[in-house]
């Protein structure tokens, strides 16, 4: 590796031209906004005030908040629960791994909309399965499935599974098997193997999974949206709404600066544990 | 692994795949039937595939996709590739901070993106239109691209480019004869997955097209919010084959070239 600053720099100019003009300086224009007055027909007066934040956490706001949070961290954690022993068995199928891979990237690639819409003809109030449920007489009016909370994580986990089991799949595949051998070789049991150098291991990939996974899954509003018509709401439906209804931008960009932050602690946290081979489980 | 451990694991990964297509398939088999209404199988008909080729809002939709992806595909490549470069070759002042903005676009909400461009659009009084959404689009795909790229570099020996050095190329010589063919499949996956990510995206089309321009994305949105419906069905079929056979298609040249790095070494 050479060390030449002019070069570097040269070649990076245009990519950090780029990501400053339509990435940098857009979040904290929305970081100054929602530290503005919010005037009428949503003006943005230039003058300081902390409203919008005082409003993100009062009582009305603060439920959609923790519901978000609450909501994304189980998908996250079921995600989790799921995806390892998947993962696993995956990177364990010989000469079936490569197709069983291709399986997971199907869904993965297809667009959320288009799968989130599968759910809705499955659960909906005339769907498959309130029409199978009346059919066999264990109901006599359909269950309203996609308009309650466990609807809404069904959506979370279905959309983001995907991202859940890439990075742990990974993490299994590179595990280096001589420690499972030694692990073995000196008497360990299976469970006592996997706990103490299986599980360890792959933290990397546990973690890169958890970030990649809630992210999505905290700041998404289409589930919600589409799910239950708005009846329920999540964080990414209300500043969608502030921006684009009700003209309340500080609200919307106050919002976004809590998700932007809480990002970059998780991202730094991840940065914190992992080296730099590690972080390719991001992508 | 013990036998009963790998049936435990078989038949729970079964389940976890079932999970993934049981849903997909119902939106398969019903794109084919005959009632308009509902989830009750009347019949077999094609008649929602001949209605979807002629709307003229999916058409038109599906075009300005992909004019976004293309573009966007051409900008983020090149701009990726560069980067790469710089990241690979040099160590400089900064260089932790520019790794970490680039690690920005994968992990930031895109919704978070969507609205700050929207808000500059906003303090400009740019009025938005089909190339308003470009901007977000590059962003958020200039890392995936710069990162496969990396990968590339990484992995092939740069003793190659010292031997062209030596045998008296000079920079540009030996970029375009040796660095450039070697990295090519990296560029090409990175520009492939770049297409892909855009053909893709939804949030920032949503919030950064101008009104009368969607996206395939925002027009299955805005259909999806109407209710189920067999022509959605229809297209979100068509929608999952194209995908079936992009990954397919992309697995097995991976495979392909996975195989003949194998027998290179």
């Given amino acids: ?283 | 692994m013990r036998a009963r451990t790998k049936k435990i694991l078989f038949s729970f990964s079964l389940l976890v795949f079932l999970f993934f297509y049981i849903p997909i398939l119902f939106v398969i088999i019903f794109s084919f039937n005959d009632s308009k209404l509902g989830t009750v199988w009347t019949g077999f008909t094609l008649e929602w595939y001949g209605s979807l080729f002629k709307n003229s809002q999916l058409i038109g939709a599906t075009l300005n996709s992909l004019y976004i992806a293309v573009i966007t595909t051409i900008i983020a490549t090149i701009l990726g590739t560069l980067a790469a470069l710089a990241l690979h070759r040099y160590t400089f002042i900064g260089k932790k901070s520019v790794e970490f903005l680039f690690y920005i676009p994968v992990v930031i909400p895109d919704i978070v993106v969507a609205v700050a461009l929207l808000a500059i659009y906003g303090l400009l009084n740019m009025s938005l239109g089909l190339n308003t959404a470009i901007p977000g689009h590059v962003a958020i795909t200039i890392s995936y691209v710069m990162l496969v790229v990396l990968a590339r570099l990484s992995s092939f020996d740069s003793s190659l480019e010292e031997a062209a050095k030596d045998l008296g190329a000079n920079e540009w010589q030996t970029f375009w004869r040796v660095t450039f063919p070697l990295i090519f499949p990296g560029i090409m996956a990175g520009a492939l997955l770049a297409f892909t990510i855009s053909l893709d995206e939804f949030v920032i089309s949503f919030f950064t097209l101008g009104p009368g321009s969607n996206t395939l994305p925002v027009l299955v949105y805005s259909m999806v919010r109407l209710g189920v419906s067999p022509e959605v069905n229809a297209l979100s079929t068509i929608i999952i084959l194209l995908m079936v056979i992009v990954v397919v298609v992309v697995g097995l040249r991976m495979r392909k070239g996975e195989n003949l790095n194998e027998k290179k070494l």
């Fill in chain 1, 1 to 283: 590796m050479r060390k030449s600053f002019k070069k570097a720099y040269l070649l990076l100019s245009p990519s950090l031209f780029w990501l400053t003009l339509f990435l940098v300086v857009p979040v904290i224009f929305i970081a100054v906004i929602s530290f503005t007055t919010n005037g009428d027909f949503g003006a943005i007066i230039y003058k300081f005030s902390t409203k919008a934040y005082a409003s993100a956490f009062s009582s009305l706001y603060a439920k959609v908040i923790w519901q978000s949070i609450w909501w994304a961290l189980v998908a996250t954690i079921v995600c989790l629960i799921v995806a390892y022993p998947f993962a696993y068995f995956i990177a364990h199928a010989g000469k079936w791994k490569n197709l069983l891979l291709l399986l997971v990237m199907v869904p993965f690639w297809t667009n959320l909309l288009v799968r989130l819409y599968s759910w809705i003809i499955l659960m909906n109030n005339k769907g498959v399965i309130n029409n199978v449920l009346m059919d066999l007489g264990i109901i006599k009016e359909p269950l309203a499935l996609l308009y309650s909370p466990g609807g809404v994580i069904i959506g979370l986990v279905y959309g983001f599974l995907p991202f859940m089991i890439l990075p742990i799949y990974s993490s299994i595949e590179q595990l280096d098997k001589t420690f499972l051998e030694a692990s073995e070789d000196l008497g360990a049991r299976p469970i006592k193997t996997f706990l103490n150098v299986t599980l360890p291991l792959t933290f990397p990939g546990i973690l890169a999974g958890f970030i990649i996974t809630f992210v999505p899954a905290i700041s998404v509003f289409v589930v919600t949206d589409l799910f239950t018509g708005g009846k329920l709401l999540m964080v990414g439906n209300v500043i969608r709404d502030a921006f684009l209804v009700e003209m309340n931008w500080q609200l919307g960009a106050a919002l976004s600066l809590l998700l932007m932050v809480l990002v970059l602690l998780s991202l730094m946290l991840f940065m914190r544990f992992t080296n730099r081979k590690d972080r390719k489980l991001l992508t």
